[in-house]
């Protein structure tokens, strides 16, 4: 066997290394059964968001309703948003697992709709990997076979599949353990070949749809930890889909929250957190736990000149409220809050630190605007692969 020595791939060769984003989505729109759904890429490409078509579709809303944004080349971007918003539909439109009936979507400037099937298949195989909640391992293959299938379906030779794998479990923690059949190890380790298998394809976008939900707290912290690093060194474009907005705010660069198929909100946690959109997403986040999410660069405010003295206790620009508190009940005078070099960059006056733990509310209009239903807890629903135009979502 292989001595594991395949060294990590950060950059394919594909990668320009131009600042092309590596999606660019615009006015995606999947109404499911629409006639032009189902007929090919050529009724969609370059379309508008369809008017009804026919007796049936009046009655139809659309899953995805003009969703546009743009994900960085190495961005972490997190989709979020209740059961039933739109989540998975906008993921699998973006390797047409889902076929889109209005919009545009270019991957690393090609635009996605104008493939042939050839294209369309090595971007399927090679540039994009799809992750899904129930990592659909084989029972009879090895974990190290089950690493490797991506590459399988590839046709890569089998010894150099069998290294790319060895490599990839060792990056997971799970090198001692490519001989193994799926039934000798816990879920969370079966999670840990899931992603070993989505590693080892080299894939440089990663689409994950709620691939931790069915996890415990703890092996679910584990996987978000993992998952972060990998993405960080390996500098892969991860596309992650979660109803969990802790999940969402601990893991994502940027999150866009979608309602009904629509975006709500793009941006940042500390974005989000500071300057909800609206009302919807102010209850959201009333359940965040807002001291991890803010830094102390986030709330600070302008020193007055010559106010800090020696005995201000100081911190981090990067640290996390939940980070500070300690200090600052030590002390009655504000913190200082530096920069990476000992600069001082602000102060945070203890009221102030207090201030931002309470959820801003946005004003409500009048009495005359309709009252928006409470976001509810979601369960965890089991996912099923979805089949559109015979199309099976396979890991
Ligand atoms: N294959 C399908 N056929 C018809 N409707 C679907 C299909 N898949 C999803 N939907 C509907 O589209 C909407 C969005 O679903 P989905 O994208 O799965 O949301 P989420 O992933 O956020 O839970 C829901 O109303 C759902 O019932
Ligand atoms: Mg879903």
Redesign the pocket.
Known sequence: MTSGTWSPQPALPTQAPSAEPAIEVTGLT?V??APDASSGWRKWFGAKRPGPVGANAVAK?A??DDVSFTVEQGEFFVIM????????????MLNRL?EPTAGRLVIDGRDVAAMNPDDLRGLRNRKINMVFQHFALFPHFTVRENAAYALQVRQVPVAERHERADWALETVGLGDWGDSLPGELSGGMRQRVGLARALASDADILLM?EPFSALDPLIRRDMQDLLMTLQRDLKRTVVF?T?DLNEAMRMGDRIMI?RD?RVVQLGTAQEILKTPADEYVSEFIADVDRTRVLTAGDIMQEPVAGSVGDDHQRVRDDAALSDIFSLAGRSSVPLAVTGPGGQLLGVIPQATLLAALATPVREKPGREQPLREKPVREKP?REKP???NGKEAHA
Request: no cysteine.
């Open positions: 999947k499911y059964g809303k899953a995805a948003g209740l059961s039933g918003s739109g989540k998975s539909t906008v993921l699998r889902v749809d889909v109803h979608m198929g629903v979805v089949r559109e």
